[in-house]
């Protein structure tokens, strides 16, 4: 008599067996599918490498709650210079700019020169790098008194890290500040 015994049939294999990725690989790769996409979210604001290396070294150098003005262009949205606010007052917890010095010299300098406000840069005491509750409301007036600004441009120094975060609010939604990056030119 002849048996035949049960044989399992093995289907072929239709795609190559998975490999598996470390989590170390994984990590890093969704680490930069983050940034891409930070980055696309997030606004650029063109930025000469003289203005950025200024407000750097100004405001880095100093105690928080300094701070200066951007300018650049007028009807661009890039900044070309810096301007240093050395009779604001600051505190240890709040800087308020010159207005008589900085209007002046808007006046009398700048806008007969083609340059216009584009923002405000000032330093926060700590690790704060957001803006303040008092900091959105004076952007908002600013915003109100100058009705060709489409958006302003308000960058945090945070001094002890030697860090900066820039912020952008547009006239359509003053309540909102996006985080945004530099670009240099």
């Not at 994984?26 to 650029?44: N, P």
């Not at 008589?100 to 808007?106: A, G, K, P, S």
């Not at 009705?147 to 939604?173: E, G």
Request: aromatic letters at 12%; glycine letters at 6%; charged letters at 20%.
């Amino acid at each position: 008599m002849h048996t035949t015994r049960n044989k399992q049939i093995k289907k072929p294999l239709t795609s190559a067996p998975r490999k598996r990725c470390s989590s170390r690989t994984t990590g890093k790769f969704i680490k930069y599918v983050l940034l891409v996409y930070i980055l696309i979210i997030m606004v650029a604001i063109k930025i000469s490498r003289t203005a950025f290396y200024e407000l750097m070294y100004q405001l880095s150098s100093k105690p928080a709650e300094r701070g200066g003005i951007l300018l650049g262009p007028t009807g661009t949205n890039y900044i070309t210079h810096f301007y240093f606010d050395r009779s604001g007052v600051c505190t240890g917890g709040t800087y308020s700019p010159d207005y008589t010095t900085l209007n002046r010299r808007m006046r009398q300098q700048w806008r007969p020169s083609g340059l216009e406000l584009k923002g405000f840069v000032h330093s926060h005491a700590g690790n704060l790098d957001q803006l303040t509750a008092g900091d959105m409301s004076y952007i908002k007036k600013l915003l109100s008194k100058n009705p060709h600004m489409n958006m302003f441009i308000a960058p945090i120094v945070v001094p002890n890290q030697h860090r900066i975060q820039p912020y952008i609010i547009s006239r359509d939604s003053m309540n909102y500040a996006q985080r945004a990056h530099f670009e240099f030119f």
